[in-house]
């Protein structure tokens, strides 16, 4: 009322025009550090150069894909201009010995089971620990985030011992189950639900006569969208790419796609062409990923945003 009243004496001394420009004046300060202010030329060019910067490396995999060996053994740095043999390259690829579609199919398989898996158990986790109250909630908590310390190549041994014991070796299952759920994936869910589910949405679904996991089925998860979403990217990508532990325990019987990409390097004598031809196949999936589903992330977290 007093920002009223004042352009409203401006008005009656200097004019409706002074009027508006004292009005937009004061509205462009009160928003200049506000949600509005839009970005300048500086901003764009930051983010335009780490966007190169991000890009080149995929790029170079992209050129050494469509040159040849003796090219690159002769100009290990290639120009910027791509050659003509990637077509070529990636047809030896698909049809190399190292049974590259049945090492899309394991791939797709254990990243898509364990996406799914790890945002499942993670949530429901994630719903305990944030929202009921139980006994021990916080030094279990607490644990399972110390585990997040623990390096990974401390419990190969024992757990390869316990693969063989089980006769999965070899199997996709000993790549999915020790993954299903994660100490991150719970500390994520956790914080997350933690500020972005009320509990009045839980009182009224319990007083509506909703068990707890139709709480959790109907309330929960559709409050959890964007942080599963998040989740189930990251653990997507990190199991399509990971190389590890499907190495050790798969072999080169029944390959994922990283597994495949080492063996095709035994197969060609570190033939860089080939090489990078499938990695820059193995990468396409990802990146229709990112291109596909960058934008309903986006929403998705902007969706999810609950004020404090």
Same mark, same amino acid.
């Given at each position: ?20 420009? %004292? ?6 300060? !009160? ?93 429901? %986790? ?6 009921? !109250? ?56 956790? #914080?997350?639900?933690?500020? %972005? ?41 990190? #199991? ?69």
């Amino acid at each position: 009322m007093k920002n009223e009243m004042s352009v409203a004496m401006i008005e009656q001394r200097a004019g409706k025009g002074a009027a508006r420009a %004292a009005a937009r004046k004061r509205k462009d300060k !009160h928003q200049s550090w506000g949600s509005s202010r839009r970005p300048g030329i500086v901003t764009y060019i930051v983010l335009g150069v780490v966007l190169l910067l991000s890009a080149y490396p995929l790029y170079f995999a992209f050129l050494l894909a469509s040159s040849d060996a003796q090219t690159i053994a002769q100009n290990p740095i290639p120009s910027l201009i791509p050659g003509k043999n990637l077509f070529s390259n990636v047809n030896a690829v698909l049809h190399s010995d190292i049974n590259f579609w049945l090492a899309t199919w394991n791939s797709i398989i254990v990243s898509t089971i364990t996406a799914i898996s790890v945002v499942f158990f993670s949530t429901l %986790a994630g719903f305990a620990f944030s929202k009921l !109250h139980f006994r021990g909630r916080g030094p279990l908590l607490a644990f399972i985030v110390g585990t997040m310390a623990v390096p990974t190549q401390l419990g190969i041994v024992p757990l390869f011992i316990l693969m063989s014991a089980l006769g999965w070796t070899g199997k996709l299952v000993a790549v999915i189950v020790p993954v299903m759920v994660t100490a991150f994936g719970v500390f994520w869910m956790t #914080q997350y639900l933690r500020d %972005a589910l009320p509990f009045e949405l839980i009182e009224a679904a319990r007083v509506d006569g909703a068990t707890l996991m139709r709480t959790f089925w109907f309330v929960v998860l559709p409050a959890a969208r964007p942080a599963a979403t998040m989740l189930a990217l990251f653990t997507f990508v990190g #199991q399509w790419t990971n190389f590890f532990w499907p190495f050790i325990v798969l072999g080169s019987s029944n390959p994922t796609l990283p597994v495949a990409l080492q063996l095709l390097q035994a197969s060609y004598f570190k033939d860089y062409s080939l090489i990078m031809a499938g990695v820059v196949v193995a990468t396409a999936p990802l990146i229709l990923l990112f291109i596909f589903a960058g934008r309903q992330l986006v929403s998705g977290i902007m969706q999810g945003a609950v004020k404090g």
